[in-house]
């Protein structure tokens, strides 16, 4: 039986598949478990009656899990990963916080009107950190097999490239090959094609908080 999921519309077409980073990291476990589901696609700014009886918080994404609906996407892959054991995607508890602070030095980067703030310089040395992680360990955080901690951090990258691209005119510098070599890797996944929000989405999604 497919399970049932609410993720986030796109801003400004709510029929399409939106720009959030959190909800993609659900459903690219749906996806890499090969689990069947059926995706509802919430109007953030219009949120549907129904929607706010099942998430009162109004937050995405939601997921039914028997009979019962479970928000927040750190306690849902959780569960998928209990309920639904293969393929393994556990992270071992070692490598579980690796990158874990990359969103929000990206997220002081891209909303930075000062050049001269340090926030660039947290968020290399944040990008510096996981090129050496993952020259020693990688080509995934966890070694040669993607897991939960890769399904998480990817989703960010991508928000990181599209919207620092953007509104920045900012790559992810070459010399940090590992670092490049990973986001070429999990971008290109069938289950990450199938499950990102399209790049104009990502920018829509961004530019209210970074024109504020």
């Known amino acids: ?3 049932e ?6 801003v ?8 959030c ?19 509802h696609l919430i109007n953030i700014s219009d949120k549907p009656q129904w929607f706010l009886e099942i998430s009162p918080e109004g937050k995405v994404p939601v997921v039914k899990f028997d009979d019962k609906w479970v928000a927040d996407s750190d306690v849902i892959v959780g569960i998928l990963e209990e309920k639904y054991p293969k393929p393994c995607l556990k992270t071992p508890p070692q490598f579980a916080s690796v990158g874990s602070n990359k969103f929000g030095t990206f997220v002081t980067f891209l909303k930075s009107k000062d050049a001269n703030d340090g926030s660039e310089q947290a968020l290399l040395n944040e990008l ?3 090129d050496e992680h993952l020259k020693a ?12 901690v890769d399904l998480a951090l990817g989703p960010k990258l991508y928000h990181l490239e599209v ?11 070459e010399s ?20 990102r929000a399209a790049k104009e989405y990502v920018i829509a999604g961004w530019a209210p908080k970074v024109n504020a």
């Open 1 to 3: 039986m497919a399970l």
């Open 5 to 10: 999921i609410c993720v986030k519309a796109a």
């Open 12 to 19: 400004g077409a709510p029929n399409v598949l939106g720009d």
């Open 21 to 39: 980073p959190f909800s993609q990291r659900a459903l690219l476990t749906l996806e890499e478990k090969k689990i069947s589901y059926n995706m």
């Open 128 to 130: 510096k950190a996981l």
């Open 137 to 148: 360990h990688g080509p995934f955080i966890a070694g040669e097999k993607i897991s939960a």
């Open 163 to 173: 919207a620092l691209g953007h509104f920045k005119k900012w790559t992810v510098p």
């Open 176 to 195: 940090l090959t590992n670092v490049r070599n990973y986001m070429k890797s999990i971008f290109s996944r069938e289950s990450f094609v199938k499950t």
